[in-house]
């Protein structure tokens, strides 16, 4: 039997666009076979089958949301000012209206994770390990006297993680303008004070 032979990263990535546009219950093989290029039979070869497919597209998540994360966050300019630059970053994402650019995380966690305790465990060991990313980053703000710490970075994680995802939900009404931005600029004044 011969093996199928594709760019995996470009697939899995169609195949988060296909999740996110439709969800994952509406979106159909043949939904799949489109974005990706792939027959079904290619697609049931390789990832079992679309549960399998989706697992897949959500580790390919993580690890271009870690890639992203890591450039945003290099420690080249003060703490502040990357974290602003990580904010106006999804800020940017929930103005295009672009299903490409929207949170795969989230999407899953509201429709599947629910009937899937494997599927929610693992976007839950992501967002997990997204906030101890974003912990980390807040300490050392606070370690380099960039915010006080009266409130601990812990604290300041959990709200600034409420804050992104209240965004990306609030996004999805596409208010006119700049409110977005707005929202993110208070956002980002409350988690730095």
């Known amino acids: 039997m011969r093996v199928a032979e594709f760019d995996r990263e470009k697939v899995l990535r169609s195949a988060m666009t296909s999740f996110m546009d439709k969800g994952y219950s509406k ?13 079904p039979g290619s697609i049931y ?5 679309k549960r399998g497919l989706l697992l897949a597209a ?12 890591t450039e945003i966050f290099t420690g080249e300019k003060p ?9 106006d970053h999804i800020v940017l994402e929930c103005q295009s209206c672009d299903v490409s650019r929207a949170c795969l995380l989230t999407k899953a966690l509201n429709e599947v994770a629910e009937q899937d305790e494997e599927v929610r465990d693992i976007i839950t060991l992501h967002l997990a390990n997204w906030q101890q990313a974003i912990t980390q980053v ?8 960039e915010m006080m710490d009266d409130r601990n970075a812990d604290s300041r994680a959990h709200y600034l993680m409420m804050g992104i995802y209240g965004l990306r939900t609030f996004a999805h009404t596409h208010p006119k303008g700049n409110v977005i931005k707005q929202l993110a600029e208070q956002l980002y004044q409350d988690v730095c004070r």
């Not at 070869?45 to 089958?49: G, L, V």
């Open 45 to 49: 070869c390789a990832f079992e089958n």
């Open 58 to 69: 959500l580790e390919q998540y993580r690890l271009d949301r870690n890639t992203e994360f």
């Open 79 to 87: 703490v502040l000012i990357e974290l602003k630059a990580y904010l």
């Open 27 to 39: 979106t159909s093989m043949q939904d799949l076979k489109k974005a990706t290029g792939l027959h």
């Open 138 to 145: 807040l300490q050392k703000a606070i370690d380099q006297k």
